[in-house]
């Protein structure tokens, strides 16, 4: 059995997820992959986590994905046994929010993972890049797909055919994190954001989580909808009486997830 290579924790509703492999660069291998998506479908089915905070180390979120392991592949094992996509997949349809609280270094499989997050709040030291060119490959888990959508065709094509870093600040004003905080604050802030989400009602965050979703996968007029087919269908939901109650009544909201 694989050593354990993640942490968690529960902080109220918010579920405190980090990379904690040996090596603080958090390369990130098939088992610790394996065990991030275990970890992470528990919280799906837990009725207490409205949100997760995922984080690394100090010195790094995570710094690319296992090249040793890369390194012994030939096409037909790698397409046979779908590399990188038989675990990683199945972090885009985890159905409650992901916050990514990125520190350090997230390169290549690292900044693709923070990349399939649903926010990503960034430490003042953190760095971004899709280096893999410089390995003779192309990115294999959304580099080329997911960094378009979030930071535009060029900004994308220079970060994939340079295979150069950038910094949080860089990373901010193309749109790729939401924020940038000091260092020292970055655990706490992420894990603000996850409670803001979390005092809300469960069934509402999932079903604005899949609206935002489907805008990517979608044309506009599908995505409006999606989106109002969700929105009629809330009106069945006891926490959109209680809700809109207790707006009238100007008092707090009391939601039962129902």
């Not at 890369?70 to 997949?89: E, H, K, P, Q, V």
């Not at 999606?226 to 707090?252: N, P, T, Y």
Request: proline share 3%; charged share 25%; net charge negative.
């Amino acid at each position: 059995m694989s050593a354990a290579m993640i942490s968690s924790e529960r902080r109220g509703r918010v579920a405190l997820v980090r990379l904690a492999s040996d090596n603080p660069l958090n390369p990130l291998t098939d088992a610790l992959m394996d065990q991030l998506v275990d970890i992470l479908l528990r919280n799906e089915t837990d009725p207490h986590v409205h949100a997760t905070v995922l984080t690394g180390s100090h010195k790094a979120f995570a710094a690319g994905a296992d090249i040793a392991a890369m390194s012994t592949l030939d096409y037909a094992s790698a397409f046979a046994n779908d590399y990188i996509g038989r675990s990683w997949d199945r972090i885009r349809t985890m159905r409650k929010p992901i916050i990514a609280a990125v520190g350090g270094y997230a390169l290549g499989g690292g900044c693709e993972l923070a990349m399939m997050c649903d926010i990503v709040i960034a430490a003042d030291d953190a760095r971004f890049g899709q280096p893999e060119i410089k390995l003779g490959i192309v990115p294999g888990a959304g580099g080329t797909q997911r960094l378009p959508r979030a930071a535009g065709k060029s900004t994308a094509m220079l970060a994939c055919l340079t295979g150069e870093s950038f910094d949080a600040n860089e990373a901010l004003a193309y749109g790729l994190v939401s924020k940038v905080v000091p260092r020292e604050q970055l655990i706490d802030e992420a894990l603000r954001v996850g409670e803001q989400i979390a005092r809300h009602s469960l069934p509402v965050i999932v079903a604005i989580k899949e609206a935002v979703d489907r805008a990517f996968e979608s044309s506009l007029s599908e995505g409006l909808l999606f989106e109002r087919r969700l929105f009629h269908a809330g009106f069945s939901l006891a926490d959109q009486k209680e809700g809109m109650a207790a707006f009238l009544e100007r008092r707090q909201a009391a939601f039962q997830n129902r």
